[in-house]
């Protein structure tokens, strides 16, 4: 008995150690020109994919990959509330708010009805997708995946198409910013309420300047606090229709790292330099670690993707999403633009 326990353990641990190896070769990639601005998270997920179609799923050490794709997801949402100030978007990013609220009623709806219209049968990834675009890119697919009951495959390939198509817009957005009629402060805002997540932002914003990328994080964390809400409104949501459809009350996974995400976010927000300080070194470290976990337990999803199964029944999802994105900067373009 002890010997087999020892296996199944040395076999959970493997698990995570496969996944901490192919995030280490993601994160040595994303620092390779070219790949830096694609970002680890993208580069570990097609590493993860790429494995899986040449080897297949490594099944022997399955119940830590497994741990890492669902226990470290959660623990990565629940620092990602680090990142925000509740603080500062109440007092003065209020008004941002409701062009948030816009932007993520916008993104969802659009993406389903382009999907619609594109006939894409896996109505779960567009609505990710959905949320995604307009909440706060891969962070927000992997907080309401459990809640929409995702497959894992959904969940990954989510995460991979609004990473890499949210790395091309902020690659975009910096080149035609010389070109375009808006102050920086405006280009700042204009990116905050329209890219998919906070590191596009930041790398869109940069070149504006620290006034600019400053507005820009603020509407971008305004999308990121509404995640809250939004994945409250899903649950109720998501038992409604289960009750409907089978008559009775649906039991729905409650997202209890959302509790936690919730207290790391007023931790974050009210004792943080001001019961005590952090050095902004350890916090840059803190948030690098965040991704780093984010990153592993996004490769235990990508493993379960196959291209077989994926090549027609994500295509037109992401058709939808990548209009929707197109969409929705041109439209707030204009809401900006007077």
Same mark, same amino acid.
């Given at each position: 008995?002890?010997?087999?326990?020892?296996?199944?353990?040395?076999?959970?641990?493997?698990?995570?150690?496969?996944?901490?190896?192919?995030?280490?070769?993601?994160?040595?990639?994303?620092?390779?020109?070219?790949?830096?601005?694609?970002?680890?998270?993208?580069?570990?997920?097609?590493?993860?994919?790429?494995?899986?179609?040449?080897?297949?799923?490594?099944?022997?050490?399955?119940?830590?990959?497994?741990?890492?794709?669902?226990?470290?997801?959660?623990?990565?949402?629940?620092?990602?509330?680090?990142?925000?100030?509740?603080?500062?978007?109440?007092?003065?990013?209020?008004?941002?708010?409701?062009?948030?609220?816009?932007?993520?009623?916008?993104?969802?709806?659009?993406?389903?009805?382009?999907?619609?219209? $594109? /006939? *894409?049968? +896996?109505?779960?990834?567009?609505?990710?997708? =959905? #949320?995604?675009?307009? &909440?706060?890119?891969?962070?927000? !697919?992997?907080?309401?995946?459990?809640? $929409? /009951? *995702?497959? +894992?495959?959904?969940?990954?390939?989510?995460? =991979? #198409?609004?990473?890499? &198509?949210?790395?091309?817009?902020? !690659?975009?957005?910096?080149?035609?910013?010389?070109?375009?009629?808006?102050?920086?402060?405006?280009?700042?805002?204009?990116?905050?309420?329209?890219?998919?997540?906070?590191?596009?932002?930041?790398?869109?914003?940069?070149?504006?300047?620290?006034?600019?990328?400053?507005?820009?994080?603020?509407?971008?964390?305004?999308?990121?606090?509404?995640?809250?809400?939004?994945?409250?409104?899903?649950?109720?949501?998501?038992?409604?229709?289960?009750?409907?459809?089978?008559?009775?009350?649906?039991?729905?996974?409650?997202?209890?790292?959302?509790?936690?995400?919730?207290?790391?976010?007023?931790?974050?927000?009210?004792?943080?330099?001001?019961?005590?300080?952090?050095?902004?070194?350890?916090?840059?470290?803190?948030?690098?670690?965040?991704?780093?976990?984010?990153?592993?337990?996004?490769?235990?999803?990508?493993?379960?993707?196959?291209?077989?199964?994926?090549?027609?029944?994500?295509?037109?999802?992401?058709?939808?999403?990548?209009?929707?994105?197109?969409?929705?900067?041109?439209?707030?373009?204009?809401?900006?633009?007077?």
């Amino acid at each position: 008995m002890a010997d087999k326990e020892v296996r199944l353990t040395g076999r959970w641990l493997g698990g995570i150690g496969f996944t901490f190896i192919i995030a280490l070769i993601g994160y040595g990639l994303s620092k390779v020109p070219g790949f830096d601005h694609v970002g680890q998270l993208a580069c570990a997920i097609i590493i993860a994919i790429i494995y899986r179609q040449i080897w297949g799923y490594p099944e022997k050490i399955r119940s830590g990959i497994q741990f890492s794709a669902k226990r470290l997801l959660r623990f990565a949402i629940i620092l990602y509330g680090l990142k925000l100030n509740i603080d500062v978007i109440l007092h003065q990013g209020g008004w941002l708010l409701i062009r948030d609220v816009g932007t993520i009623v916008f993104a969802i709806v659009f993406t389903i009805l382009i999907a619609r219209l $594109l /006939k *894409a049968e +896996d109505s779960t990834l567009v609505l990710l997708l =959905g #949320i995604g675009t307009g &909440v706060c890119g891969a962070a927000a !697919i992997a907080a309401t995946s459990s809640i $929409l /009951k *995702a497959k +894992d495959e959904d969940t990954a390939i989510g995460a =991979g #198409i609004i990473a890499l &198509v949210g790395t091309v817009f902020s !690659i975009a957005y910096t080149i035609i910013r010389p070109f375009i009629p808006l102050t920086a402060l405006q280009y700042g805002i204009w990116s905050g309420v329209s890219l998919h997540e906070i590191a596009h932002v930041a790398l869109a914003g940069a070149p504006a300047g620290p006034n600019a990328l400053a507005m820009a994080l603020l509407a971008k964390l305004g999308r990121v606090f509404l995640l809250v809400p939004l994945s409250f409104i899903l649950v109720y949501w998501m038992k409604h229709k289960e009750k409907t459809k089978s008559g009775s009350e649906a039991k729905i996974e409650f997202p209890w790292f959302l509790i936690g995400f919730i207290i790391m976010s007023l931790f974050g927000s009210y004792v943080l330099g001001h019961a005590f300080t952090i050095p902004a070194s350890m916090m840059n470290g803190i948030s690098s670690f965040t991704s780093f976990i984010l990153t592993m337990a996004m490769i235990g999803l990508g493993l379960n993707v196959s291209l077989k199964d994926l090549r027609t029944k994500a295509l037109k999802p992401f058709l939808a999403m990548a209009i929707t994105s197109v969409l929705l900067s041109v439209s707030t373009f204009f809401t900006i633009y007077r």
